[in-house]
């Protein structure tokens, strides 16, 4: 008979085997070249306390993506049939066994359900640990290092290691080798002067004959100065007021201690739109984020963005998101502040909601060279949940053209951070996340591309099979070997859309001024965007959701739907960056929106196509 010390023992050999041992064979996960204009100085405190963020796996993404591309494909039987929050969550969970195992590594170092939190799929888990014990947990050293431009110093490391068997487990985890600054974001906004040293369009000058515009005709004056009467008439749009009945809603996200003034707003609206005068916006704080409403310290990103949205789609309910924190970031020549927003913080706060505007406009970018792939990954497959959803998500494409928005190959920027440090063109993320709508800028009227609209081709996605057509018209008509090495053929081509992008009349501080940016463009069409939902829920329709598929399949069927741009170009990294030509192309996208025919297809399916 065996002895009850012998079941205590055997009991005690099963727990203690149950949990790794802090000593397994390690593998590394990811280890990176010292970072280019960064010099490691002291090893870290050892009490630095760091939030690590865990991600595991999405084994069943794939089949979240097929539902998307059904769901928002107008000639699917699908189409429109959105997925619950639940469902998406359900399709994003890790396996079981990825689960227990993290869980088995977390407790080896003391770190129990009571000091983990984790998002609502149990894909990601966040530990608040000190650098001593990161450094146990991950088998690397962390140091103190200092950018040698500012003397800003961040606590980092260049290699970081996990248990073998644990690698198929986990992702990703941060922050490790990404590299940050806190400073402010290279936001996609620029102040005009210009227009004080113009001569004033008289008051009586003749309209502009557009035919594609409201009446035909847009005021003399909206080739001077951008109001929201301009982007009504040049958009096909007069006459439309979206109802408040039906649940629409439209969301503008800020970062970085951008602030929307409410006060600035009112001198808007009593500039350019009296009616809406007393009404507001609703701000939701994330991560820390404030909305600072001292008029001096009005953010102009933000005032931008609000201001024009929310003017668009008035009486629509609109949502300011504001996010604190930076994200992982990797330094580049052209990106030597942390300019990456902390989308991953946003996305943590946006998913465990159940109601969400259906659109949702972004004006910050950045290089897609500086965000490192694992991390632009996982926040693309971020968008693609909220798509699933029914959420459109807008982004401005930039503002450097292809690059740095430099021709002179003398002065030119745009070098890789990999180590070889070659010239080659800068596409940006998370316009190059296939899950978004990338949106260019355009100027005067009639239309042609603003040479700093944003556009190429994404290093990291391929190319969706929803472009597939009209990006390879496009690349057919380039002459062979033209920029030969400098963008890859076969990525994400971006934008896919564009909107107007300068000369906007905002008030910033109790001041009218003029900007312009294709952080312009993007609340622009968004606003379009949100008065097509509006249209579509008022008869009882779902909204568009991930509007890609539609886009260019509307493009392909009926291409008056959008005003097609033939004019301008995009320099960049020494070169003149591409051309704006018939049909798609890498300045303007597909091109400007026609509202009033965009309408009729989504609302009286013009096309007889049983999805719409």
């Not at 097929?66 to 049939?81: A, F, I, K, N, T």
């Amino acid at each position: 008979m065996r002895t009850l010390s012998f079941w205590v023992s055997l009991a005690l050999a099963v727990a203690v085997s149950a949990i790794p041992a802090k000593d397994c064979a390690h593998k590394v996960k990811e280890s990176i070249p010292p970072p280019r204009g960064w010099t490691k100085a002291s090893p870290a405190p050892a009490d630095h306390i760091i939030e690590l963020r865990i991600a595991l796996p999405q084994p069943k993404f794939s089949e979240l993506e097929r539902h998307l591309y059904e769901v928002s494909d107008p000639l699917h039987d699908r189409y429109g049939q959105h997925l619950s929050k639940e469902e998406v969550e359900s399709l994003i969970a890790p396996e079981p066994e990825s689960i227990h195992l993290v869980n088995e590594w977390l407790a080896a170092h003391g770190l129990y359900e009571d000091s983990l939190s984790r998002s609502p799929a149990n894909d990601w888990v966040h530990i608040k640990v000190p650098v001593s014990l990161a450094e146990e947990m991950l088998k690397t050293e962390y140091h103190v290092w200092t950018h040698d431009a500012s003397g800003d110093a961040v606590v980092r490391t260049t290699a970081y290691s996990i248990p073998e068997h644990l690698d198929s487990h986990v992702e990703l985890i941060q922050p490790t080798t990404m590299f940050a600054r806190m400073k402010s974001l290279k936001t996609t906004f620029r102040i005009n002067d210009a227009q004080e040293k113009t001569v004033a369009i008289p008051a009586d000058a003749p309209p502009i004959s557009v035919p594609s515009a409201s009446g035909g005709h847009v005021d003399a004056s909206c080739n001077q100065t951008i109001t929201i009467t301009c982007l009504q008439q040049l958009y096909n749009a007069v006459g439309f007021k979206p109802s408040t009945k039906h649940g629409n809603k439209i969301g503008i996200t800020g970062y970085l201690e951008q602030f929307a003034n409410k006060q600035d707003l009112q001198s808007f609206y009593a500039d350019q739109l009296p009616a809406a005068l007393g009404s507001s916006f609703e701000t939701i704080l994330i991560n820390g984020g404030l909305n600072n409403q001292t008029l001096s310290e009005a953010g102009a990103e933000a005032n931008l963005d609000t201001q024009f949205a929310y003017g668009l789609t008035f009486p629509t309910p609109g949502t300011f998101f504001s996010t604190g924190g930076r994200p992982p970031f990797k330094p580049d020549d052209l990106t030597t502040t942390n300019t990456n927003e902390p989308y991953s913080e946003w996305l943590d706060f946006v998913l465990k909601q159940k109601d969400l505007p259906q659109t949702i406009s972004t004006s910050y970018a950045d290089d897609e060279q500086t965000v490192p792939v694992s991390f632009a990954k996982r926040v693309c497959n971020g968008f693609a949940q909220l798509g699933a959803r029914g959420v459109s998500l807008m982004f401005s494409s930039g503002d450097g053209g292809v690059g740095d928005g430099e021709e002179d190959p003398a002065l030119q920027e745009c070098f890789t951070n990999d180590g070889r440090n070659v010239t080659r063109f800068v596409p940006l993320f998370p316009p190059t996340c296939p899950f978004v709508t990338a949106v260019g800028g355009t100027i005067h009227i009639p239309e042609t591309a603003v040479f700093f609209s944003g556009g190429g081709f994404s290093d990291v996605f391929p190319r969706p099979a929803y472009q597939a057509l009209a990006v390879s018209k496009f690349l057919e008509k380039l002459a062979p070997g033209t920029y030969k090495g400098l963008f890859n053929p076969n990525g994400r081509a971006v934008p896919d859309v564009a909107a107007q992008a300068d000369l906007f009349r905002i008030f910033l501080s109790g001041v009218p001024v003029s900007i312009g940016g294709t952080s312009a463009a993007a609340p622009t069409f968004s606003g379009i965007v949100s008065l097509l939902n509006a249209a579509r829920l008022a008869e009882g329709k779902p909204s568009l959701g991930f509007l890609n598929p539609l886009i260019y399949t509307i493009q392909a069927l009926e291409p008056s739907a959008f005003n097609d741009i033939t004019v301008g170009n995009n320099p960049g990294c020494g070169t003149p960056g591409f051309n704006a030509t018939k049909g798609w192309d890498p300045v303007t996208g597909v091109g400007t929106p026609n509202f009033g025919k965009l309408k009729d297809i989504v609302t009286n399916n013009v096309f007889g196509i049983a999805g719409l």
